[in-house]
């Protein structure tokens, strides 16, 4: 039995030690609760405690970056060491519990070695079961010095990298350097261009008897197009003035001499305009306009003419375009009307040429079906009447007529290497008056271009028309014209361009028939966009089965061409 005294002292001795004991346990928490001696149970991997060993502390953060200030002893400290404050804490998926140094991963992931570059810093490891650190470089892999070597950044918004912003397209590449570029009023691109030439013509009016001749002559140009994402409107006006600055002598006084004055203007425009309704269904319309003489050599010019009479001819055309999936159907109506100048002669008399004077009523269908792409066969046919301004002409013949054609075609882009329209048929026209013949005859017409490489084009061209003539027992002229052209660049700058043109004149009801060849050299030198040098060589002749008809003429032409 112990005695009271010691009894009172050995239970302080006991409160002492409980309280070291407490005051211990508190330190030991604060170092990482570490023990005196090795657990069995909770054994250490890779050198340090694992996580799953401290059930009452939360997951730990990775450092997300070495300390500088860090003692030796501070630097062995694993990644359950959280961040300094103001250091950026790391987000995203964390190590599985359990995972150490080395070992195995419950996620089953690889640790990832960094990439070493030739003069990067080596990552050096910080204790044993520590992530690599690479000392004195940030915390991001460096790239490679061969990708960001000597160049500078480039913003986003010029590689269109920007959120929101549309991608940006490549620019086409500029086919011709040397066409007009045009300018932009409103929502229409405006191109207009000028010649002005100067020349010298063997024959300027295509008589048997050729009296020579310097002339000029100047073309303006103007085309307007519309740049709308629906509908379409296109102007398109072209025009010329000849003129030889004096007045021609008919040697001899002979009747059938060309005019004093050869001095002549033509003009051919028109605009068109396309309204979509729907998207298989469009309104089409146009209005054109057309001034110009006789051809110089034609014989329904008058005998004696002191200048040539200007015709004007008129007209609007309007109607429907209809798809239904491949096939396409068109129905154009129009109405054109020709007036004539009255006539002067050398003597001082004129005459009113009302008798020329008459509008036309047509109507034109059109039906074409898309079997490949880039072959659409066609079938199309016209009807027309025309009525003149007088009941007769002046030698009594009833001149109104009814007639057509019919014809039937393809039109084809074949690899883009070959495009263009070919077609045949038969034209008619029958006239009131019975001593008239019926004018009719085979109508070819084709539109055909052939890129035969890059640096050359060749051009086919084919048309038939029925004309009017003033010719006493003439019912009218069936015209077929066929033309071919080469052009070829020797460089961008420098084109070479040839023509040849056949033509063929039936005068119906008088036997008369005239063959008629051209051919044509040009040479195009393009000195800038706005700027162009052209010289022109070109020969004609007319081939006439009467006597006095034929003629042969000679034209050397040069010239410049201003653009826009």
Known sequence: MIPAPATGRLRRAVLLQAAVACLMAGAAGQAGAQSLTRDLFRPERGGF???????????????????PYATDNDTRRDNRTPPRLGSAPAFGLQPSLGTAGIGYDALGRKRQKPKIYPGAPRPKTVGPGSRPVIVGAPPARPAPPSQNAAKLPVPAAFKGTLPGQPLRRRLKADDDPFAPVGDYAGSFLIKGAVELNGGYDTNPGRIATPQASGFYKVSPELMVTSDWDRHALVADLRGSYTGYGHEFNNPGGNVTAAP????????????????DVTRDTRLLGQGRLIVGTDNPGSPNNQFGLQKYPIYT??????????????????????????????????????????????????GTGRVSYEILPGLKPFAEGQYSERQYETTVDRYGYRRDSNGGYVKGGTSFELTRLLTGEASIGWASRTYTDPRLLKLEGLLTSASLIWTVTPLTKFKIGADTTIDESPLAGVSGVLTRTYSAEVDHDFRRWLTAIGKFTYATYDYQGSGRSDRFTSLEGNLVYKMTRQLWVKGTLRRDQLDSNVTGGSYNATVVMLGVRLQN
């Open 313 to 362: 001819q008129t007209g609007v055309s309007g109607g429907i375009d209809q798809t239904f999936n491949r096939l396409q159907v068109t129905a154009i109506g129009g109405v054109d009307r020709r007036a004539y100048q009255q006539s002067v002669f050398t003597d001082g008399s004129t005459d009113p040429n009302t008798d020329r004077n008459f509008n036309q009523y047509a």
């Open 260 to 275: 004093r004055i050869l001095d002549r203007p033509d003009f051919d425009g028109h605009i068109d305009g396309r309204l």
């Open 49 to 67: 405690v694992s996580p799953q060993d401290l059930p009452l502390q939360r997951t730990p953060q990775l450092a997300a970056a070495p300390d």
